[in-house]
């Protein structure tokens, strides 16, 4: 069982990109401010993508320049193509986000075209990123299940992250897009993947649709994982992943841990603070086990 667990915050990134409510680039900074204060080091700020496919991350450029002067933490950026990585560039980041499926449906609803044109398109971008000294980050969606194509074989998702991770990414987070994964299966996928890929630089992104994601999560560091990605107060979703929710709560993720013994250095009253602020901004209720029973303790 895994003894140490780095979490990558994605809230104000997946969090945010498929609310509503737009967020405005303070409000989308002050989120991030608040989750720095609360002791998550690593987090994803915004994506580089066109405005037209997802309008809340439109001007990312601004929120990665304001809070970029935190020595020590690392703020990710999404980036589809060479387009997003000269803006994301431009705008000083270090550590870029690119972003693959494990099925061709998905693949061609999110970014338009298919797996291989993808990692056609992704490769002279880590090849930028390399030179530039950009540090780049991949991710596998549907490795779990996919809203087009049904099943996904653990051997095609396996074969994605083997790309990104022979192309130079440091590490590759698998997503369970639509949260459909339980823990033998979540189990079985990791021990198939990390064949190709060290277990210690596979990252975990499991939304928790069906409420599975603690459990499966448990299962992966079982099998030796230990990145864990997820979003204050279980805000989450992509547009191009018709019924999934939010990704799994970072509250509820530091609590497990820390249940466990391991240490996250996360201040969870500043944590479920900064869960309350911004779904104060987006008129949500925290949907996460976690801040819901310690508001309620406040209350009563
Ligand atoms: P396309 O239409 O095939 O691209 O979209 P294109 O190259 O033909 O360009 C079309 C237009 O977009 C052009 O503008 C480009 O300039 C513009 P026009 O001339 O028509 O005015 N454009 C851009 N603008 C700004 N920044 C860019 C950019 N690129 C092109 N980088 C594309 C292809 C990839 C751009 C599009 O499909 C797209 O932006 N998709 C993003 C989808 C997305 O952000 N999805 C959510 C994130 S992924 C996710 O949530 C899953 C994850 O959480 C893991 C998991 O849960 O599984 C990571
Ligand atoms: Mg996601």
Same mark, same amino acid.
């Given at each position: 069982?895994?003894?140490?667990?780095?979490?990558?915050?994605?809230?104000?990134?997946?969090?945010?990109?498929?609310?509503?409510?737009?967020?405005?680039?303070?409000?989308?900074?002050?989120?991030?401010?608040?989750?720095?204060? %609360?002791?998550?080091?690593?987090?994803?700020?915004?994506?580089?993508?066109?405005?037209?496919?997802?309008?809340?991350?439109?001007?990312?450029?601004?929120?990665?320049?304001?809070?970029?002067?935190?020595?020590?933490?690392?703020?990710?950026?999404?980036?589809?193509?060479?387009?997003?990585?000269?803006?994301?560039?431009?705008?000083?980041?270090?550590?870029?986000?690119?972003?693959?499926?494990?099925?061709?449906?998905?693949?061609?609803?999110?970014?338009?075209?298919?797996?291989?044109?993808?990692?056609?398109?992704?490769?002279?971008?880590?090849?930028?990123?390399?030179?530039?000294?950009?540090?780049?980050?991949?991710? +596998?969606?549907?490795?779990?299940?996919?809203?087009?194509?049904?099943?996904?074989?653990?051997?095609?998702?396996?074969?994605?992250?083997?790309?990104?991770?022979?192309?130079?990414?440091?590490?590759?987070?698998?997503?369970?897009?639509?949260?459909?994964?339980?823990?033998?299966?979540?189990?079985?996928?990791?021990?198939?993947?990390?064949?190709?890929?060290?277990?210690?630089?596979?990252?975990?992104?499991?939304?928790?649709?069906?409420?599975?994601?603690?459990?499966?999560?448990?299962?992966?560091?079982?099998?030796? %994982?230990?990145?864990?990605?997820?979003?204050?107060?279980?805000?989450?979703?992509?547009?191009?992943?018709?019924?999934?929710?939010?990704?799994? %709560?970072?509250?509820?993720? +530091?609590?497990?841990?820390?249940?466990?013994?391991?240490?996250?250095?996360?201040?969870?009253?500043?944590?479920?603070?900064?869960?309350?602020?911004?779904?104060?901004?987006?008129?949500?209720?925290?949907?996460?086990?976690?801040?819901?029973?310690?508001?309620?303790?406040?209350?009563?």
């Amino acid at each position: 069982m895994t003894d140490h667990v780095r979490i990558v915050e994605v809230g104000p990134r997946d969090g945010l990109q498929n609310e509503k409510t737009p967020v405005s680039v303070e409000g989308r900074v002050a989120f991030v401010e608040n989750l720095v204060k %609360a002791g998550l080091h690593t987090i994803e700020v915004g994506s580089f993508v066109s405005p037209r496919a997802v309008p809340q991350m439109t001007d990312s450029d601004r929120v990665l320049r304001a809070v970029d002067r935190h020595p020590g933490y690392e703020f990710h950026v999404l980036v589809p193509n060479e387009k997003g990585y000269a803006a994301a560039k431009a705008a000083g980041a270090k550590v870029i986000a690119v972003f693959a499926s494990a099925s061709e449906g998905f693949s061609k609803a999110n970014i338009n075209c298919s797996i291989a044109e993808s990692i056609e398109r992704f490769t002279p971008v880590i090849e930028h990123a390399k030179a530039d000294r950009i540090k780049v980050r991949g991710y +596998v969606s549907c490795v779990l299940g996919c809203p087009y194509d049904g099943d996904v074989r653990p051997a095609a998702v396996a074969a994605v992250a083997k790309r990104l991770w022979d192309a130079g990414c440091y590490e590759v987070s698998l997503g369970d897009t639509i949260g459909v994964g339980t823990p033998a299966k979540a189990r079985q996928m990791l021990r198939v993947v990390s064949a190709d890929v060290p277990i210690a630089n596979l990252g975990m992104h499991f939304h928790d649709t069906y409420g599975q994601a603690l459990a499966n999560l448990y299962a992966g560091m079982e099998e030796g %994982a230990r990145v864990i990605d997820s979003a204050a107060g279980g805000l989450g979703g992509c547009p191009y992943a018709p019924g999934a929710t939010g990704n799994v %709560a970072t509250e509820d993720v +530091v609590y497990m841990l820390e249940g466990m013994g391991i240490s996250t250095g996360v201040d969870m009253t500043k944590l479920v603070a900064a869960t309350n602020d911004i779904c104060r901004l987006i008129g949500r209720t925290p949907v996460s086990r976690v801040a819901s029973a310690i508001n309620a303790s406040k209350r009563a």
